[in-house]
């Protein structure tokens, strides 16, 4: 009977709530299974569901935080909770919780690797298992450096990291970077090299396994194509083991005295797209699966892999977003490398803007737009740019008739200033058209921006 007497007259207090939604901002999407908690708030706490929502009730008035609880946010090393937050009685509080973004990650922990034209480093943030504390982990990659004397050098770069005693790393990739590979040494214990896409600008989170050496190990499996046909002959190793076989006629295989822990199963055969596969090998079990190849793909010219690797450097002298504004005449490597040039001269033929004169001896190149009263009716002036950085052009030989008083006003024996081989890009302008960040010299020259190979390695 007091009992009902104190509800009616609201002495015993009412409850608060929270209704919201975990969100993962690192990966996208919603928070599943994820544990939130209300501080000081008698122990309530609830379990997302797949949509990342939750519901706590029964909370006392007061200023409370909710903070959230994660298997990644333990391999991430860092809380999240929200700002203090009061409830007052009967309140029902809405509430969204999130993971920190990639960028928050990468400003915390990649603090020595600054973006480079607008490419970002990529973290890795990763356990060792088994004997773990104090394991060295090694990230390599491949740096392609391009030089005038030297040609097209390959590197191989690295970054140690030791591991702390729970196991856990963090070691960053520099900006640019797309492919790499990562080990775990401790003591005569190693892993096997495991490949890591890097995602110019993401957090990655690898685990790598660490025992004992032996070779205990064992893989069984089968290798099939792109449609689940059976692969025969097809080559299947593990390169750190040194050891490999080949599949049957059913494209079955069977690995054994293979070194325990994580491992990279590598596969090839003709006709299909070679893969590899991350394994966790063991002495009590072994490993089985299927390993799918997929089909050939195109060969790419030795021209388009280096397009590809010239491509931050482009991005990073600004070559990418000036064409991207369609201002101007513009030739990557790959453009040049299809006009089959045989000298820097023909590199130039047929560019709008410019016109090859191949009654001089070696051929000169002038701007062929309006009217220059320097060169007259035939032609305009040209400047030159290499690098960024302003040539003075030197008289041809053939060209003392021309009477030129200032050599800014000179047509251009382009091959006094480069070698075809060097040229990496090409931008033409008019004197309208001409960035602000190089110098226009005449009303009406035409300007030629070469890029060599050597100078985009230097920016890189």
């Given at each position: 009977m007091v009992l009902w007497g104190a509800l009616a007259v609201g002495i015993l207090p009412q409850f608060a709530s929270v209704i919201g939604v975990a969100v993962d901002s690192l990966r996208g999407g919603p928070m599943a299974e994820a544990i939130v908690v209300v501080s000081d708030g008698g122990g309530r706490q609830a379990t997302t569901d797949a949509a990342g929502r939750f519901r706590i009730d029964s909370i006392p008035p007061g200023v409370h935080r909710v903070a959230l609880f994660h298997p990644l946010l333990d391999a991430l090393g860092f809380s999240v909770a929200s700002s203090p937050i009061s409830f007052a009685s009967g309140d029902t509080v809405r509430l969204t919780i999130a993971t920190p973004s990639a960028t928050a990650l990468l400003r915390?922990?990649?603090?020595?690797?600054?973006?480079?034209a607008g490419l970002q480093p990529t973290a890795i943030i990763g356990t060792v298992l088994g004997d773990a504390a104090g394991a060295t982990v090694t990230l390599e990659w491949k740096q392609v450096d391009a030089t005038k004397r030297q040609g097209v050098i390959e590197r191989r770069m690295s970054r140690q990291v030791t591991s702390g005693a729970d196991g856990r790393f963090r070691v960053c990739s520099p900006p640019g970077v797309t492919q790499g590979r990562l080990r775990a040494m401790r003591a005569d214990d190693?892993?096997?090299?495991?490949?890591?896409?890097?995602?110019?600008?993401?957090?990655?989170?690898?685990?790598?396994h660490l025992v004992h050496a032996s070779l205990a190990g064992r893989?069984?499996?089968?290798?099939?194509?792109?449609?689940?046909?059976?692969?025969?002959?097809?080559?299947?190793e593990v390169p750190d083991a040194d050891t490999r076989t080949t599949t049957d006629g059913n494209g079955r295989f069977v690995l054994a005295a293979l070194p325990e822990g994580t491992q990279t199963l590598a596969v090839r055969a003709?006709?299909?797209?070679?893969?590899?596969?991350?394994?966790?090998?063991?002495?009590?079990?072994?490993?089985?699966?299927?390993?799918?190849?997929?089909?050939?793909?195109p060969v790419l010219s030795t021209v388009h892999i280096l397009a590809q690797q010239l491509a931050p450097a482009y991005d990073a002298v600004g070559f990418n977003e000036r064409r991207r504004?369609?201002?101007?005449?513009?030739?990557?490597?790959?453009?040049?490398d299809r006009k089959h040039p045989l000298n820097a001269t023909d590199v130039f033929e047929s560019v709008p803007g410019l016109y090859v004169d191949h009654s001089f001896h070696p051929p000169i190149i002038m701007g062929s737009r309006g009217h220059s009263s320097v060169m007259g009716a035939s032609g305009v002036c040209v400047n030159l740019y290499v690098d960024g950085h302003r040539e003075y052009i030197e008289a041809p030989a053939d060209t003392n008739n021309m009477g030129r008083a200032e050599s800014a006003f000179l047509p251009l024996d382009i091959e006094k200033y480069i070698d075809v081989e060097d040229i990496a890009a090409v931008e033409v302008y008019n004197s309208e058209e001409l960035p602000p960040q190089f110098e226009r010299v005449g009303d009406a020259c035409?300007?030629?921006?070469?890029?060599?190979k050597g100078g985009l390695a230097e920016r890189h």
């Open positions: 915390r922990i990649c603090t020595v690797d600054t973006a480079v190693a892993t096997g090299w495991q490949s890591v896409e890097l995602s110019r600008g993401g957090v990655l989170l690898p685990t790598l893989a069984i499996g089968q290798v099939v194509g792109p449609h689940h046909e059976k692969v025969p002959g097809a080559t299947v003709a006709g299909y797209a070679p893969t590899t596969m991350v394994v966790e090998l063991a002495a009590a079990t072994p490993w089985q699966g299927v390993v799918q190849l997929g089909p050939a793909p504004r369609g201002i101007g005449t513009f030739l990557d490597i790959e453009d040049i035409q300007t030629i921006i070469i890029w060599t």
